[in-house]
């Protein structure tokens, strides 16, 4: 008990660092039995000078996974106040329980407000989605927040819609179709093609492909609905390929260019080279690099291609417009509409990169364009009973889930989802709850 006591409150804003700290352990699972007693203690006190500072420090330790990103500073104020009256609840009921207890029960003080005060703020951390989806809702802010982190599903087992994973066909020059390995995750090219662990797949150039320039033999490598796939380029640049995408590109690059075409979305991490510029076509739109990682989204259906720069420099312009050029800088996105305009914004490039990774990233994405991105990935038809409602997703979900699990954590944001068999695909039927 001494030791606990000594470490309390040397100053307000040590205590928060503290507590701000040992909140993050927490979250992680790295907290020892002596850190979270004295975050018990510390979270349990009834002195007022502190108390903002401690439930600032609780706020900001909870609200730090959860990417809020532009959120307008009245929603985030509804937010934080929400939190802290479910705080404030807990320690009320917390000291309404010790008072019934009597002096009696004094001498088990200290396991009572471990076993009854831990799991109030710790409730406030699993209900937040909850309170973002209630308040953004019932205020018509037309906002929501989903974070898979916080949600604490478990996988539905017997869903019948399990998600994507690693699934291509490479067409090479002679027109010959191969269905790739699943169970690797790309090819690189050489003289031979091979999987990342060397094995070997097929010559580079067929005998019928060997008569042919082979900066001029095109392969294509594409990916259905539900897949993604990754390629090492002759050159040595790398390619991750989204679901329902294609990659056209030479056996060989000549001697002054890399060029390739790309229908879909791609992330590009270009070899520098001086002496040849980096092109990637894509729906009337050049890009030109010398050596840089980007993401580029072209897919057929939308309106617009966009191209965010993670590293480096790139040049876009229309195929029609060449002499209207536009440079990128690194944390930018370029808007490139069906009409030829280009508009350029700073964007936080985590959301739009983070598939390769493995997650489903929103951050103020309307439901309408999180809703694609999860019906590429798992091969359903999205349709909306009435008008895709208005509403924004944040957060993080991976995108290893069950369709259902996914589902689960946006139906608390106001949604309410039917899955049902269609003659090619499933349909997913979205309607909003009133």
Partial sequence: MLCVFTLKYSSVETNKSKIDQL??????????????EWLQHALYTTDTSEQDAIDQALVTSLLRPLSVGKMEESRLKIILETIKKQIQQGKEDNDNLLEKGGEDRMPIQKKTIISIRWPYWAAAACLLLFVFSVIFWQ???SHTLVDRNLA????????????????????LADGTLLELDKQASG??????ITYENGQSIADALSKQGQQMDPSKAMLELTTPLGGMYQITLPDGTKVWLNAASSLKYPMAFAKNERKVILLGEAFFEVTKDSSRPFKIHSKGQEIEVLGTTFNVNAYPESTAIKTTLITGKVK??????ASQAIYLQPGQQSTNTNNGNIQVANVDTAPFTAWKDGLFYFDETPVSDALQQIGRWYNVEVRYKGEAPQTHFYGRIKRNKSLRDVLDVL??????????KGQEKNILLVTPLQ
Avoid at 411 to 420: D, I, V
Wanted: with cysteine; glycine share 12%.
């Fill in 316 to 321: 876009l312009s229309n195929d029609n417009r």
């Fill in 411 to 420: 139906e608390e944001g106001g949604l309410h989802f039917e899955l049902s």
């Fill in 139 to 141: 205020q018509q802010t």
């Fill in 187 to 192: 090819i690189v090219m050489g003289e031979n």
């Fill in 23 to 36: 909140l993050q352990k927490y979250q992680e699972g790295n907290c020892s039995l002596e850190e979270i």
């Fill in 152 to 171: 604490g599903l478990e996988d539905t087992k017997d869903d019948a819609v399990q998600p994507g994973g690693n699934s291509a066909t490479l067409r």
